[in-house]
């Protein structure tokens, strides 16, 4: 029996005889030779079965092959500098696991997004999205060692919750035994419990917002980290989510530099860009640029849309904070600005390249007083956050935390449109199939 192995580790086979377990992705029929581009999920390469070489039932298997036909096939591996990929398999033998039935929906050819949206559980065997999800994974990936590393203890928060964190509008809620209940928007506030007894946590998971509107930057279901400190101001937050922020592109970078320019043909050069210090401005002086840049009509105190937050990076060549907004743009727990009860301890990172606001975040109310009020001001079921008000009677401390949207900085470093192709099966306005 000869060595499985995979196609990313092929070049560690040259002139040895390897099995390779795969599909096919792509097929060329030269009369005696079967060219067959055969993907397994970590690369593809060119698999060569010259008539001569193999046996009768192996050249009709080989003849017969469809698109997506999966197959087991031995060979001797050679490097090829002409090869896509640098290598090519010499088939000796080959057996067909299943042929594909004719009329795969997705040919090597261009779509229109619809379809593939509609087709997202055989999109995703294609190079292009096979690479984006793979830096995504990378992406997490970095985003928990550099966490782990750094003192942050994982704590899995509820996704099932009473209440609301991030305003009722969007509220997914449910049926919990004859109680309304909601789909967690994020677990900041049980961290802002966790961080007492621990001191510096995070939780990463699926985060669900009702989002009514369709733009290319928003799900419905999207995963976010959320890291939270005790004994933190809002300076420590942003000194924190840059190192994370530049940790998990420089990562991405190394590790997949060939992904990103070969299949996704990004500029290297923006992402090399992006190491700390990033850029802090106030929402005072973003406002300022906009009315500089186009945007003469833009009033103080309305929250930014997505042209603004575009017109504000393209100031800067690396992802830059907006800090202190107006405290009406943000949501309930936010402390206030001393002297300035109009504006809050917030701050959002924009990312370059108009890809918008990758990360929010902030400092937390200390106070139970000021808790109170917001509670009521924002029209919040007080009973729901007596808990989180328990926060701010035993051991309130100044304390700040952010979350950080996976899609939209995968979108970002992959240099991709829309949100929609950096998650495996998207959840999108109306749009709940496959
Ligand atoms: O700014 P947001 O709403 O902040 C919070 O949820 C805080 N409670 C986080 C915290 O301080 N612990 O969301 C944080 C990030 C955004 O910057 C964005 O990257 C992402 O989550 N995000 C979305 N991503 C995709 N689709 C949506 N509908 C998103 N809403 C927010
Ligand atoms: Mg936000």
Not at 49 to 62: L, M, R
Not at 134 to 151: K, Q, S
Not at 377 to 402: I, K, Q
Request: proline share 5%; glycine share 8%.
């Amino acid at each position: 029996m000869t060595q499985h192995v995979t196609i990313d580790q092929i070049s560690d086979h040259v002139g040895e005889e390897v099995t390779l377990k795969g599909w096919v992705y792509n097929k060329t029929d030269k009369g005696r030779l079967q060219f067959i581009l055969l993907r397994d999920g970590t690369a593809t390469i060119q698999a060569v079965v010259f008539k001569k070489n193999v046996s009768d039932e192996a050249w009709e298997a080989a003849t017969d092959l469809t698109l997506e036909s999966s197959l087991v096939v031995t060979g001797t591996v050679r490097a090829d500098d002409r090869a896509p990929g640098g290598y090519e398999l010499d088939v000796s033998d080959l057996e067909v696991v299943h042929i594909a039935e004719l009329g795969y929906p997705i040919q090597p050819k261009e779509h229109g997004t619809g379809f593939l949206v509609e087709n997202r559980h055989l999109w995703i065997r294609t190079p292009r999205q096979s690479a984006i999800l793979r830096i995504r994974a990378t992406v997490i990936r970095a985003i928990r060692n550099w966490l782990d590393d750094h003192g942050f203890l994982n704590m899995d928060t509820p996704i099932l919750t009473p209440a609301a964190v991030e305003g009722t509008t969007t509220l997914f809620e449910t049926d919990y035994f004859g109680e309304p209940a909601y789909l967690t928007q994020s677990g900041q506030l049980y961290n802002e419990a966790n961080i007492m007894a621990f001191g510096k946590v995070y939780c990463f998971g699926p985060t669900f917002r009702a989002e009514k509107s369709k733009t290319r930057r928003h799900l419905t279901e999207f995963w976010m980290v959320e890291p939270e400190m005790a004994y933190a101001d809002l300076d420590d937050y942003m000194d924190v989510a840059q190192k994370m922020t530049a940790y998990v592109v420089q990562t991405a970078l190394e590790k997949h530099g060939g992904l990103l320019t070969d299949v996704l043909e990004r500029d290297l050069g923006r992402l090399e860009a992006v190491e700390p210090p990033f850029p802090r401005i106030s929402y005072d002086e973003a406002v300022d640029l906009l009315h500089e840049n186009g945007f003469e009509d833009f009033e103080w105190g309305d929250d930014f849309g997505a042209p603004h937050e575009t017109a504000i990076s393209e100031q800067f060549d690396r992802p830059v904070f907006v800090y202190h907004y107006p405290t009406q743009c943000k949501a309930f727990y936010m402390e206030t600005v001393e002297g300035r009860s109009d504006v809050c301890r917030s701050a959002d990172l924009l990312a370059p390249e108009g890809y918008g606001e990758i990360i929010g975040g902030g400092q937390r109310a200390t106070s139970v007083e000021l808790l109170e009020q917001r509670i009521e001001e924002h029209s919040l079921p007080r009973e729901a956050y007596e808990w989180y008000l328990d926060l701010r009677r035993y051991g309130s401390v100044p304390h700040s935390g952010f979350g950080l949207g996976v899609e939209r900085t995968v979108a970002w470093i992959c240099g991709i449109e829309h949100v929609r192709e950096t998650i495996p099966f998207p959840r999108m306005l109306e749009k709940i199939y496959p």
